[in-house]
């Protein structure tokens, strides 16, 4: 199991500052049983998420990535070990997260306005505030005009959107995206990818962003950490040494970018190929 290689705050180019630590696992593992057999999903993790920054979690398929994002959010109790939220042992369930995966949820038979509206709903506010918070949420992540269109009408990227206003309208601390734009085609991903980082830091979100994608856990991540297959352990964790507004489109031609990619890659290659 690797140390964590360096901490925000000593690099000042990569995440905002100050930070605290949010998210805290400690010596966390965590068994399955399956067909009557214990499997170790993942094990020995020690991992700080710290307050305002994107961290992106790449490894294998079955390393545990989504086990992690399932412990944060409370769903599941480690086997071994502890997870904290602000200092706190999470319980069932962690309400400062938002959790968004690659299948949206969105309901077919409410329109965007509607799906959209549904925390809100809950929370109980009134007809004029949910409507004025909606028209927000529609604003910021591009979605105008479409108020009353159903998910059936909206095209992948749109359908994204919808969900991730959803998501914003339970204003949830902690954003926990587990594989979000698996599924979209690599020019929608990329826009997408743009967007996301610019409205969590406009917002000042804390992200944990799952992906099997390196290069998406580079152009979105302030810190990356690479797991080794199942059992998933740590095997390096590193800060992303782009500018905080980097250009996502135009990063395939940043050395920086080349630098990092090339030296991650070293890293996950062993993984490739090899079957659980
Ligand atoms: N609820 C569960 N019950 C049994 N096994 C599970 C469960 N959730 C995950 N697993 C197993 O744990 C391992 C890690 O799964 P997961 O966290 O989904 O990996 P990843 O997201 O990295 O692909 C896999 O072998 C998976 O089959
Ligand atoms: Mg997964």
Redesign the pocket.
Known sequence: MAAELAHPETTSTTAPSPTEELIRFEGVG?R???DGKP?Q??EGIDLSVFEGEILTLV??????????L?MSAGL?APSDGKVLYRGEQVKPYNPSVGYMTQSDHLLPWRDVVGNISIPLEIKGLSKREIGDRVAELLDMVGLSGFETSFPSQLSGGMRKRCALARLLAYNPETLLM??PFAALDAMLRMRMQIEIRELCRRLGKTVMF?T?DLDEAIAIGDRCVV?TR?P?TIERIVDIPLAPDRDILRLRHDPAYMEITAQLWEVLAPSVGVE?
Do not use: I, M, Q, W
């Not at 490894?59 to 992690?68: A, I, M, N």
């Open positions: 965590k399955f049983t399956v499997l999903a993942v490894g294998p398929s079955g390393c545990g990535k989504s086990t992690l399932n599941f587990d594989e799952v099997h797991f199942r998933g659980d």
